[in-house]
């Protein structure tokens, strides 16, 4: 079944909606903090960018996360079975490097959604890891396998199978895999609501 789940490629809606609003790459980095050389990398599949990475793309483009994952919602409601899932696996680069993550987009098809459930497998990274993520909004996580060492702010904590935690994501945030097992988690996102664009 899960060799049914459809790969996203992120990158190439990105570009399009740039491109359709008619934004350089230039434009686009001024609005989110990014270089263009890494939205460029985004854009060629070079770098799939991190939750909050495509929130704060979100924004700047002014369209809803979940456009990156499928086409402009059109239902009051959206069930996902398991083999419809769309995932997005992060690598470092073109040679697949991991990052230690890969989301599965649970809402995309629903209309003016104020949420963005995800399931996220979380496995030891291949390079060292990133800068901790830090946007608007609100974050959820229920761990269902595994163990996953969470980072916000000064506070460290490692969470097992039942656990959860809820936080504001402008506290500067990392959430991984603890030790060299995977482990899955179920991720809520609430980007605020100067992102709500109905």
């Avoid at 079944?1 to 459809?6: L, T």
């Avoid at 190439?12 to 740039?18: L, P």
């Avoid at 790459?25 to 960018?49: C, F, Y």
């Amino acid at each position: 079944m899960a060799g049914q789940i459809e790969e996203v490629k992120v990158g190439e809606k990105i570009k399009q909606v740039r491109e359709d609003k008619a934004l350089r790459l230039e434009d686009v980095a001024k609005r989110t903090g990014l270089a263009p050389s890494v939205l460029s990398q985004i854009e060629n599949h070079m770098v799939s960018p991190p939750l909050g990475t495509l929130i704060r793309l979100a924004k700047a483009l002014e369209v809803p996360v979940g456009l990156f994952f499928a086409e402009e919602p059109e239902e009051p409601f959206c069930l996902v079975r398991a083999q419809e899932r769309k995932v997005v696996s992060r690598f470092a680069s073109t040679e697949g490097l991991n990052y230690g993550y890969a989301y599965e987009s649970l809402g995309y098809a629903k209309k003016n959604r104020r949420m963005e459930p995800f399931v996220v497998t979380l496995n030891p990274p291949e390079v060292p890891q990133v800068d901790p993520n830090q946007h608007a909004g609100e974050e959820f996580i229920f761990v269902l396998e595994g163990e996953v060492e969470i980072i916000l702010g000064d506070h460290n904590d490692v969470l097992r199978p039942g656990d959860s935690i809820y936080y504001d994501s402008n506290i500067p945030h990392v959430v991984k895999c603890y030790g060299d097992k995977q482990a899955r988690i179920v991720a809520v996102i609430w980007p605020g609501e100067e992102m709500m664009i109905f």
